[in-house]
């Protein structure tokens, strides 16, 4: 346990906040540091805030006490324009719900701040302790849960209410989206994907009830504890209740009401539902059950659901909410307020392309797609909009070596897939573009481009807009947006599936997990049933099963090559064109204080262990 706390707290102080608080990004470029840092006055006085800030410059004090009470003090105030949709966590689809999805519920693992709020450990959450290795090979594992946990009603949760969760998980007649992420990820599952497919038995799958506190796993290769642990912390395999998950079944078995109400919900984590209206507002309240009680300090958390990015900042203004997440408009505002947070997000967002669009055909011309990757003026384009230019897919958060805290883009393998100028090139996309256009016998070329309708994304849309057809000629090229929520963009894009006209271009931007970037090109391969695009190779799945799996993966520079090899497949053809990566900005209220001293929590709870100051 201690060697695996170590290596994370090394990796994991420098890490970011991640998907749950998604957003736009800074203006600087990064300097390699991934903490949230602090913007500086003026006059360097960190401590008050300019003429026109929202809040008084005022002392303030902590009246929490040494150490987190049980029921904890004070709620912050959070207002959101995303949706939570369902609290289920075998369903959901939005980031925004796997949040608060954490907050009420328990992963087996999870990430946690050290006792002193300064570093970070990978350690067991509902389990008792590091998974316990039961064969020479690492191919069964036991995991013993811990005794004393219960439901918000006080009924006991343990190794019985895991077992139903991974059965529940995958279900066949459910066809739960987060299946594939429970049967193949960190860890391959014996038989798990078989039995979800209808071609395996229960009793042939690798997962074991040995006694009310004790599973076993049985996975398909090698693995060691960290892997074991990063696999079962993910939001996905969050706890379900069985009266509930049941109480909320339809007749046939194949959907459930669970999580869609609290009145067909029951929390166990770090905050209790206290009351939902949902679509409007949700408010939790601290679990004094929680077994790491004892590092929160809120007394709870109050979100309201509002219509837009301008609502938010109205509310933030008023003193209404504790934070913001600053639009590029509102970055420029607040850019030199000693409360503004900055921090590089750990994901790339990248154009979406669908290549089998049968009204579109020219999309699978590779040549085609090349000239739209080397057509992309990032520089300009992030300055505009206060992000980092982004010739990659592999982001600077990824680490590669925990131990010596090297990031996949300080290799020199890293390093061999950047690109000069940010991988623009107009006279070689004008030459791509005239080649391609040639083949698909097209003298002129319409393209839609969807996008989620937000300030950042149109920004983004309509520098495109103008730039490709300047390009490669306005009498030959369009390209035309359509705007529409996020929600139902994602539905869109993931619609190739049975309508492969459902689109034609969109934006992406996969999180993946920053300990191990060769976990993070699962979103590619032909097994991920959430893909956003038709992107099925045979090599690339052949190297990622290698780098996740092969028994050589923990040689020296294996995993390496692996890596870059993954990056290659995906960019060199232009199966997706990497634009930019974000920095998170966000605006925080004086009576916010961040309890870990710098150190952002990567999983994305670090408002969750703030304090409220008076």
Known sequence: MKKTKKMLAA??????????LSGCSGGNKTDGSLEFTEAASADGNNGTTEAGASESSEAKTDPNGEKPSPEGYGILREASTAKIGSLNPLTYTQSYASTQIKRSSMTLYGYFPSADYTACEIAGELAAEEPIQMDEEGKVWQIKVREGCVWENGDTLDANDVYY????????KLANLRASNFANDSIEIVKAMDYFQGNASWDEVGLKLIDDHTLEIHTVSMHNPTEVMIHLAHPANCMINEEYYEKGMNADRTETMYGTSQEHYISCGPFLVENWVNDAEITFKKNPNYPFADRIWLAGINIKVVEDSSTQMQLFENGEIDYVQLSTSNYLKYEEDPRVLMAPYNSVRHVVINTINPEKPILANEKFRQALYYGVDRENLASLTKQDPAEYIVPTTHMMDLNKNITFRDTEEGKANRKENYGYDPEKAKQLFDEAMSEEGLDKLTLTMHYSDTELMAQMSEFLQQSWPKLFGADRFELKLQAMPANQLSQVKRGWQTNPASYELSWGGWVGNDLAPWNAFKYW??????????????????????????DDRFDEGVRLKEVAEMERLLIEPANVIPVTQDIYKYLKADRLQ?????????????WDYSKIIE
């Open 11 to 20: 990796m994991l102080a420098v890490s970011t906040l991640a998907a749950a």
């Open 165 to 172: 969760t991974w059965k529940m998980i995958l279900d066949p």
């Open 525 to 550: 391969t032909s097994f991920y049933s959430n893909k956003n695009e038709p992107f099925i190779n045979e090599e690339f799945d052949k190297v990622f099963n290698a780098a996740n799996f092969a």
């Open 594 to 606: 961040l309890s870990t001293n710098g150190y952002v929590n990567r999983i994305g709870f670090a």
